[in-house]
């Protein structure tokens, strides 16, 4: 960090999503906490006083730890970080042009260490782990968040074992065999990894990182939100994408945007929030419209959208239905169709997850959800580089 202030974090608890009881942050607290709501994720609270000022913003840090009071980190010498967040937020005015419309911008999460948006999550988290004075770490995941957590394991010095599927494309076995992580491989989707993380921490050996399962990767997502509010002028966009999978970040955005207006830093309007799947499993999209079990996920070359069974399915939908969002599933053909179309346009190649968002948002302004002259975000959250064996 290149930080020369000391700011103090705010939070002051944790609180279950479900029942709203409140939990110490000086202790290790997952879901399992709370017994009356077993299954709900716990959230970070703080005080957030209207009228703090927003120097409470660290300037002088070019990295999502500039808002460190608002982040659950106690003592910064416990901060595990690589210079993720503050990623660009840019203008798409080719791709604005041939849409018709007149705001499209992308916030391009690829420039973050280990090549996704994972970073921010995994750099709080395993900060947090330190804090706490863990040393073995587990995920299931469906590739970038295992690379992010074994870097950020190797940063800290601490023990990572990575579950992903088998048919996870190699980039991501290798760099988390590099970064020093146990690589094991499970068949099927990232659920069967989960069931696999579960018999594997029957006892309770590892500190488990699973999707909203602990309290502290949503923190690192949050900041998304406010360095999209801080890099447009604290003025949100009216319409953001973002392509759903465990929905850590759409959570993580919504929560940002509520702390924001709560401090008065933002006007009292919500984005449109709109979860985008793929066709190939969209337990999002089949709940928001029919609010019934969804249909079994397979594969899909977005990797990170095949999660069939997202832990937080209820925050999502609060979510979406709150910000008056929606969502949509788009096909495989239609995806990589959306990679090619922003790369040409924009020189961006963005991961599958982000080429999802082109081809919801054509979908959506041909039926009219989404107006031409609304200012539309697309939140690409990985390099389409790590996804070369997919998409060739």
């Given amino acids: 960090m290149t930080a020369t202030k000391t700011i103090t974090s705010r939070i002051t608890s944790l609180k279950c999503s479900a029942c709203d009881r409140q939990f110490s942050v000086h202790g290790v607290n997952t879901y399992a906490s ?3 709501c077993q299954r709900s994720p716990l959230i970070s609270q703080y005080n957030l006083l209207p009228g703090l000022q927003q ?3 660290d300037s002088n840090e070019r990295s999502m730890w500039r808002y460190a009071a608002l982040l659950p980190v106690l003592d910064k010498k416990n901060i595990v970080t690589l210079g993720e967040g503050w990623t660009p937020l840019l203008k798409m005015d080719r791709l604005s042009s041939i849409l018709q419309m007149g705001s499209l911008s992308i916030k391009d999460e690829s420039l973050n260490p280990t090549g996704s948006f994972k970073a921010r999550g995994l750099s709080m988290a395993i900060s947090k782990a330190k804090e706490l004075g863990l040393s073995d770490c587990i995920i299931p995941t469906a590739g970038n968040a295992g690379g992010a957590m074994a870097a950020y394991c190797a940063r800290a010095g601490m023990n990572a074992t990575v579950v992903m599927p088998r048919h996870t494309p190699r980039a991501f076995k290798v760099e988390c065999q590099y970064f020093g992580a146990r690589v094991i491989e ?4 990232i659920s069967d990894c989960a069931k696999k993380v579960g018999e594997m921490n029957s006892t309770g050996e590892y500190f488990d990182l699973s999707t909203m399962k602990e309290p502290y990767r949503l923190e690192g997502k949050k900041t998304m939100g ?3 509010a801080e890099q447009s002028g604290w003025k949100l966009p009216d319409v953001i994408l973002y392509p759903t ?6 959570i993580g955005m919504w929560k940002a945007f509520e702390e924001m207006m709560a401090l008065g830093w933002i006007p009292d309007k919500m984005p449109r929030l709109i979860a985008v799947q793929s066709e190939n499993c969209r337990p ?4 928001f419209f029919d609010n019934k079990a969804p249909v079994p996920g397979k594969p899909t070359l977005a990797n990170g959208l095949a999660v069939p069974h997202p832990f937080a399915h209820k925050l999502i939908q609060q979510v979406l239905h709150e910000t008056g969002g929606r969502a949509i599933s788009v096909t495989e053909d239609e995806i990589v169709t959306g990679v090619r179309a922003i790369a040409t346009a924009e020189g961006i ?3 599958p ?4 968002l082109l081809a919801a948002l054509r979908n959506l302004l041909d039926n009219g959800h989404i107006r031409r002259d609304e200012h539309v975000l697309l939140l690409n959250t990985g390099s389409g580089y790590k996804y070369i064996e997919n998409l060739t």
């Avoid at 499970?186 to 989707?189: A, F, I, K, Q, R």
């Avoid at 997850?353 to 999802?356: L, N, R, S, T, V």
């Fill in 245 to 250: 999978g465990g929905g850590t970040g759409l």
């Fill in 353 to 356: 997850e982000g080429g999802a």
């Fill in 186 to 189: 499970v068949d099927g989707l």
């Fill in 34 to 36: 709370c017994e009356k």
């Fill in 349 to 351: 190649f963005v991961a």
């Fill in 284 to 287: 999002v999209v089949d709940t």
């Fill in 226 to 228: 406010y360095e999209i």
């Fill in 55 to 57: 120097e409470l913003i």
